[in-house]
């Protein structure tokens, strides 16, 4: 008996006819069983009912070598091959068994349940039709009667499935393959038609894993890596159709199609890892000009327009080159309005613009989409501080210069700045009172621009001389009084000039 939960007990499961082996006595006078054979038999059945798969198959394979009119010896390795998942070979083997032996019926029953799996419905039938004719038992009889009756489903529904596709109507025609393919599951030239309706609805990643399925089904299918490939390129995937069309190549290296194909996506993928490295060290111009060389590679694929697009906007918001990068992104986001990449890389550039509720919209919409993003919260809540601080005081907008202003600029506005607005340039008191306060406001202003710690603190939407954004922080600096820059000269950071001021 076959102990439950055993290989072999869950093998006759799914091929109810491979328990035969179990019980299937040796004929030695009939097979012609030497001594070293039955040992290599017996062996093999004890570590098959062990689940020790590749053993078996190597006493299995010797019994075999030592003697080759041994039906038994084919029928046992077959049934490995099946248990390993290798029904290509076992049908030689089982075909084997039946020249051998034409009224083993378990075997031509098997044969028939695989040529079934593979599609080949005739084969399949024949098989079927020789089972009933042989003095089957009545189980049998009644599996071989089952499974005549629905390889004449599969032949129907096969029609009816050429038809559709023939008559254009894709979605007919692979509502019929499904139900095809869940009986024919080893039918490379019906996953093939499939793959080819999927193309026509436009689904390529369904294509592409029936595709997939029938390169390993058939052999030196270099038709099948061909198409994967080219999906993949058609979808943006460059590093999986180079991957693809590499191994249509191992299998024929003078194959044309796929060698041009091949120039073409070795090409691209080299620009856009050439590209990505120079992103990676901070070199942006550089990137920028490469992912303009991928555009005028591949006009044809919308892809990589919009992925390269994607990644100069990106570029052009790291390089503080706000202007161009919100034109950019602007572009990636009219063809993909939920693109979050674009939306983050926009919303960078609002914020050097000091667009701030574009910036506050730009991160919202982001979020959305990704609510789990900690560089989009974190955005979010400094474009939100950077709103609040505006309507306050900015000290960018007192000295007049971008928030992206090198120190040098500062330097050279806060000069300006405070030689206009000194105060004893003014006589009128009420003017001068006015000049006091703008020149204090000034004052402040290089203070903490020119510092690079306090000035990443006001650009995180942080006062770092306010005391109501520091916490537990001192004095407001817009209340200092006029007496406390007494003294004070503007133009002693090593620059050429030098004031004498004189106060009343």
Same mark, same amino acid.
């Given at each position: 008996?076959? =102990?439950?939960?055993?290989?072999?007990?869950?093998?006759?499961?799914?091929? @109810?006819?491979?328990?035969? #082996?179990?019980?299937? !006595?040796?004929?030695?006078?009939?097979?012609?069983?030497?001594?070293?054979?039955?040992?290599?038999?017996?062996?093999?059945? &004890?570590?098959?009912?062990?689940?020790?798969?590749?053993?078996?198959?190597? !006493?299995?394979?010797?019994?075999?070598?030592?003697?080759?009119?041994?039906?038994?010896?084919?029928?046992?390795?077959?049934?490995?091959?099946?248990?390993?998942?290798?029904?290509? %070979?076992?049908?030689?083997? #089982?075909?084997?068994?039946?020249?051998?032996?034409?009224?083993?019926?378990?075997?031509?029953?098997?044969?028939?349940?695989?040529?079934?799996?593979?599609?080949? #419905?005739?084969?399949?039938?024949?098989?079927?039709?020789?089972?009933?004719?042989?003095?089957?038992?009545?189980?049998?009889?009644?599996? %071989?009667?089952?499974?005549?009756?629905?390889?004449?489903?599969?032949?129907?529904?096969?029609?009816?499935?050429?038809?559709?596709?023939?008559?254009?109507?894709?979605?007919?025609?692979? $509502?019929?393959?499904?139900?095809?393919?869940?009986?024919?599951?080893?039918? =490379?030239?019906?996953?093939?038609?499939?793959?080819?309706?999927?193309?026509?609805?436009?689904?390529?990643?369904?294509?592409?894993?029936?595709?997939?399925?029938?390169? &390993?089904?058939?052999?030196?299918?270099? +038709?099948?890596?061909?198409?994967?490939?080219?999906?993949?390129?058609?979808?943006?995937?460059?590093?999986?159709?180079?991957? +693809?069309?590499?191994?249509?190549?191992?299998?024929?290296?003078?194959?044309?199609?796929?060698?041009?194909?091949?120039?073409?996506?070795?090409? #691209?993928?080299?620009?856009?890892?050439?590209?990505?490295?120079?992103?990676?060290?901070?070199?942006?111009?550089?990137?920028?000009?490469?992912?303009?060389?991928?555009?005028? $590679?591949?006009?044809?694929?919308?892809?990589?327009?919009?992925?390269?697009?994607?990644?100069?906007?990106?570029?052009?918001?790291?390089?503080?080159?706000?202007?161009?990068?919100?034109?950019?992104?602007?572009?990636?986001?009219?063809?993909?309005?939920?693109?979050?990449? %674009?939306?983050?890389?926009?919303?960078? =550039?609002?914020?050097?613009?000091?667009?701030?509720?574009?910036?506050?919209? /730009?991160?919202? $919409?982001?979020?959305?989409?990704?609510?789990? /993003?900690?560089?989009?919260?974190?955005?979010?809540?400094?474009?939100?501080?950077?709103?609040? !601080?505006?309507?306050?005081?900015?000290?960018?907008?007192?000295?007049?210069?971008?928030?992206?202003?090198?120190?040098?600029?500062?330097?050279?506005?806060?000069?300006?700045? %405070?030689?206009?607005?000194?105060?004893?340039?003014?006589?009128?008191?009420?003017?001068?009172?006015?000049?006091?306060?703008?020149?204090?406001?000034?004052?402040? =202003?290089?203070?903490?621009?020119?510092?690079?710690?306090?000035?990443?603190?006001?650009?995180?939407?942080? /006062?770092?001389?306010?005391?109501?954004?520091?916490?537990?922080?001192?004095?407001? @600096?817009?209340?200092?009084?006029?007496?406390?820059? !007494?003294?004070?000269?503007?133009?002693?950071?090593?620059?050429?000039?030098?004031?004498?001021?004189?106060?009343?």
């Amino acid at each position: 008996m076959v =102990a439950p939960g055993s290989v072999t007990s869950r093998l006759g499961s799914v091929f @109810p006819f491979l328990l035969v #082996l179990v019980d299937l !006595q040796y004929e030695g006078a009939e097979c012609g069983v030497n001594a070293d054979v039955e040992k290599h038999l017996e062996l093999g059945k &004890k570590l098959l009912a062990a689940g020790q798969l590749a053993d078996a198959l190597s !006493q299995f394979h010797a019994a075999v070598d030592g003697d080759p009119d041994n039906y038994i010896a084919y029928y046992r390795r077959a049934t490995v091959f099946l248990a390993m998942g290798k029904s290509k %070979a076992a049908l030689p083997d #089982l075909t084997k068994v039946i020249e051998l032996k034409m009224d083993f019926t378990a075997a031509r029953l098997q044969r028939g349940h695989l040529l079934l799996k593979q599609g080949k #419905l005739d084969e399949a039938e024949d098989d079927f039709k020789k089972v009933l004719k042989s003095n089957p038992s009545e189980n049998e009889e009644k599996e %071989a009667q089952l499974q005549l009756v629905k390889s004449d489903e599969m032949q129907r529904l096969r029609s009816q499935a050429l038809d559709a596709f023939e008559s254009s109507d894709y979605t007919a025609a692979i $509502t019929f393959l499904d139900k095809i393919l869940e009986v024919c599951v080893w039918d =490379a030239e019906l996953r093939e038609l499939r793959a080819e309706c999927f193309i026509k609805e436009g689904e390529p990643r369904k294509a592409i894993s029936d595709l997939k399925a029938a390169s &390993k089904l058939k052999n030196d299918n270099t +038709e099948a890596f061909y198409k994967i490939s080219t999906l993949y390129y058609q979808l943006g995937d460059h590093e999986l159709s180079l991957s +693809e069309v590499r191994e249509c190549l191992k299998l024929d290296q003078d194959h044309k199609r796929c060698f041009a194909h091949y120039k073409q996506v070795k090409k #691209l993928n080299k620009l856009i890892e050439s590209a990505e490295e120079l992103i990676r060290d901070g070199r942006y111009t550089d990137a920028t000009s490469k992912y303009e060389s991928v555009m005028k $590679t591949e006009p044809s694929v919308p892809e990589y327009t919009i992925r390269s697009k994607e990644r100069i906007c990106h570029c052009f918001s790291k390089d503080e080159k706000p202007v161009e990068a919100i034109r950019v992104c602007s572009e990636v986001l009219q063809m993909e309005p939920d693109n979050v990449n %674009a939306l983050k890389d926009r919303a960078e =550039a609002y914020l050097i613009e000091e667009m701030y509720d574009e910036a506050i919209q /730009d991160y919202e $919409t982001a979020q959305e989409h990704n609510e789990n /993003d900690q560089q989009i919260r974190e955005g979010l809540e400094k474009a939100q501080r950077l709103l609040k !601080q505006s309507q306050k005081r900015d000290y960018y907008k007192i000295l007049g210069v971008k928030r992206n202003a090198k120190k040098q600029e500062i330097i050279k506005a806060y000069r300006k700045l %405070a030689l206009q607005w000194h105060p004893d340039n003014f006589q009128n008191e009420e003017e001068k009172k006015k000049a006091e306060k703008k020149f204090i406001d000034i004052a402040a =202003a290089k203070e903490v621009l020119s510092d690079p710690e306090m000035r990443k603190k006001f650009d995180d939407g942080e /006062d770092p001389l306010d005391a109501e954004s520091q916490q537990g922080g001192g004095g407001n @600096p817009f209340h200092r009084s006029w007496n406390s820059w !007494q003294g004070f000269n503007p133009f002693s950071s090593g620059g050429p000039f030098r004031f004498k001021f004189h106060f009343n």
